[in-house]
């Protein structure tokens, strides 16, 4: 099988790396891809967002199966665009796609079908006094989403009435463009957050390894939030009892929310959960693999890629083997100082060979003459897989601490508050 993977992180480089292990694959091409994916297939310049040029590519290279890495192509509707053609297009249709390109949307769709989630209104430039009304009516902090895709960036949360009414206009006079034209006010849930990933062919469903992310920049989750700086799976309140609840209260009502609405849905569904004392809210979808999370899970799944990705797009996802190691994964991103505000960029990153019994997924990293440099603001990260957490733990920082580029920065406590507060969490 020929495939075309899209996208240039940390995430498609996990992906390379599964797709290239499955004995189903001739060739693999990642557009634009990065240094780290070129080890398993070849990189090639194309605009992911340019549909026409892909169908090319995709021509030319009898390609049979796409696999959409970031949200921003699914959202625009490749997916639609390749619909009764061929190669087959892992991620949803156009409308699929909205459960994250609109929150507005998404959350309308949570309530429709029984889904738990944050009391919540969304909210026009035309309706700010009603938002007002409705920040009033909250206990703090507040929680403020631009409706659109905003790079990540869209999430406002604060802890001031005042602070969170300025915010609430600032959006909607444009602060995130075209994304923040409508916001939608969230209440504020008091929790644990957990990633919870299925893949499914529209129908049947498999369920992958969870994970927990960590998105601020500093330590113990302080400073700005980030793409995120870290990951950890399995996690230790993700029980049987726990898991059984996400199936029957959230992965169920969607799957047949989708069905319901006629929505074309095959590929990866995202949901960014919150353990409420045991019960569990869903905050969000995500449309795609999470990244760093994808550089925990992919290297826990005990499959063959491609045999599940033929099974999404062929309809027959039920009958395909999809198993999940009992080994604990912990990955640590090294960033560029600066981020996620300015930092530079070209420093060229050494000590990546010298990792040997851990996993260096590159994300903003490109090669020229045979040297890595720095290209992006998450450059790479290090992914131990061990018996257990504290092994994970360990080993991934011990790894990482090869690895040197001008003004590298990792946060030291990945993976550690579960390590002490295991007896808390369950």
Same mark, same amino acid.
């Given at each position: 099988?020929?495939? %075309?993977?899209?996208?240039?992180?940390?995430?498609?480089?996990?992906?390379?790396m599964?797709?290239?292990q499955?004995?189903?694959?001739?060739?693999l091409?990642?557009?634009?891809?990065?240094?780290? #994916?070129?080890?398993?297939?070849? $990189?090639?310049?194309?605009n992911?967002?340019?549909?026409?040029?892909?169908?090319?590519?995709?021509?030319?290279?009898?390609?049979?199966?796409?696999?959409?890495?970031p949200?921003e192509?699914?959202?625009?509707g490749?997916a639609?665009f390749?619909?009764?053609k061929?190669p087959?297009?892992i991620?949803?249709s156009?409308?699929g796609?909205?459960?994250?390109?609109?929150?507005?949307?998404?959350?309308?769709?949570?309530?429709?079908?029984?889904? *738990?989630?944050?009391r919540?209104?969304?909210?026009d430039?035309?309706?700010l006094?009603?938002?007002y009304?409705?920040?009033?009516?909250?206990?703090?902090?507040?929680?403020?989403?631009?409706?659109g895709?905003?790079?990540g960036k869209?999430v406002i949360?604060?802890?001031?009435?005042?602070?969170?009414?300025?915010?609430?206009k600032?959006?909607?006079?444009?602060?995130?463009?075209?994304?923040?034209?409508?916001?939608?006010?969230?209440?504020?849930l008091?929790?644990?957050?957990?990633?919870?990933?299925?893949? #499914?062919?529209?129908?049947?469903y498999?369920?992958l390894?969870?994970?927990?992310d960590?998105k601020r920049?500093?330590?113990?989750?302080?400073? %700005?939030?980030?793409?995120?700086?870290?990951?950890?799976?399995?996690?230790?309140f993700v029980?049987?009892?726990?898991?059984a609840?996400?199936?029957?209260k959230?992965?169920?009502?969607?799957?047949k929310?989708?069905?319901?609405? $006629?929505?074309?849905?095959?590929?990866?569904i995202?949901?960014?959960l919150?353990n409420?004392?045991?019960?569990?809210?869903?905050?969000?979808?995500?449309?795609?693999?999470?990244? *760093?999370?994808?550089e925990?899970?992919?290297?826990?799944?005990?499959?063959?890629?491609?045999e599940?990705?033929e099974g999404?797009?062929?309809?027959?996802?039920?009958?395909?083997?999809?198993?999940v190691s009992?080994?604990?994964?912990?990955?640590?991103?090294a960033?560029?100082?600066?981020?996620?505000?300015?930092?530079?960029?070209?420093?060229?990153?050494?000590?990546?060979?010298?990792?040997? $019994?851990?996993?260096?997924f590159h994300?903003?990293?490109v090669?020229?003459n045979?040297?890595?440099?720095t290209a992006g603001?998450?450059?790479?990260?290090?992914?131990?897989?061990?018996?257990?957490?504290?092994?994970?733990v360990?080993?991934?920082?011990k790894?990482?601490?090869?690895?040197?580029? #001008?003004?590298?920065?990792?946060?030291?406590?990945?993976?550690?508050?579960l %390590?002490?507060?295991?007896s808390?969490?369950?």
């Amino acid at each position: 099988m020929n495939v %075309l993977l899209l996208g240039s992180g940390g995430r498609e480089h996990a992906l390379a790396m599964k797709i290239a292990q499955s004995p189903r694959l001739n060739s693999l091409f990642i557009a634009p891809g990065n240094s780290g #994916t070129a080890r398993h297939g070849q $990189n090639v310049p194309l605009n992911i967002l340019d549909f026409e040029e892909i169908e090319k590519f995709t021509v030319n290279n009898r390609i049979e199966l796409i696999v959409a890495g970031p949200e921003e192509p699914l959202v625009k509707g490749i997916a639609d665009f390749f619909a009764g053609k061929q190669p087959a297009v892992i991620g949803p249709s156009k409308k699929g796609a909205a459960l994250e390109g609109s929150k507005d949307f998404a959350k309308n769709f949570m309530v429709k079908y029984n889904i *738990p989630t944050a009391r919540y209104k969304s909210f026009d430039h035309a309706q700010l006094s009603q938002g007002y009304d409705f920040l009033d009516s909250l206990a703090p902090p507040f929680v403020l989403k631009a409706d659109g895709l905003a790079a990540g960036k869209g999430v406002i949360i604060v802890n001031e009435l005042s602070e969170a009414k300025s915010a609430l206009k600032e959006m909607l006079d444009g602060k995130f463009g075209a994304a923040s034209q409508r916001v939608v006010i969230e209440e504020y849930l008091r929790g644990v957050e957990v990633s919870v990933f299925v893949l #499914t062919d529209g129908k049947s469903y498999k369920i992958l390894p969870e994970a927990k992310d960590y998105k601020r920049i500093g330590d113990g989750d302080s400073g %700005l939030n980030t793409g995120g700086m870290g990951a950890v799976s399995p996690v230790p309140f993700v029980d049987e009892i726990f898991t059984a609840k996400v199936r029957d209260k959230i992965i169920e009502p969607t799957i047949k929310g989708l069905q319901a609405e $006629n929505i074309d849905y095959r590929g990866f569904i995202f949901f960014g959960l919150m353990n409420c004392a045991g019960e569990p809210y869903l905050i969000e979808y995500n449309v795609r693999m999470g990244d *760093p999370e994808t550089e925990v899970v992919m290297p826990r799944l005990d499959a063959d890629i491609l045999e599940l990705f033929e099974g999404v797009a062929k309809g027959s996802l039920n009958g395909k083997q999809c198993g999940v190691s009992a080994k604990n994964a912990v990955t640590v991103v090294a960033v560029s100082g600066g981020y996620p505000e300015n930092y530079m960029k070209g420093y060229e990153i050494k000590g990546i060979e010298s990792v040997k $019994n851990d996993i260096v997924f590159h994300a903003g990293a490109v090669e020229k003459n045979g040297k890595i440099f720095t290209a992006g603001g998450r450059v790479l990260t290090v992914t131990s897989l061990a018996d257990n957490l504290s092994e994970a733990v360990e080993s991934a920082y011990k790894s990482i601490q090869n690895i040197k580029f #001008t003004d590298i920065y990792y946060r030291k406590d990945i993976g550690k508050d579960l %390590l002490k507060e295991t007896s808390v969490l369950k």
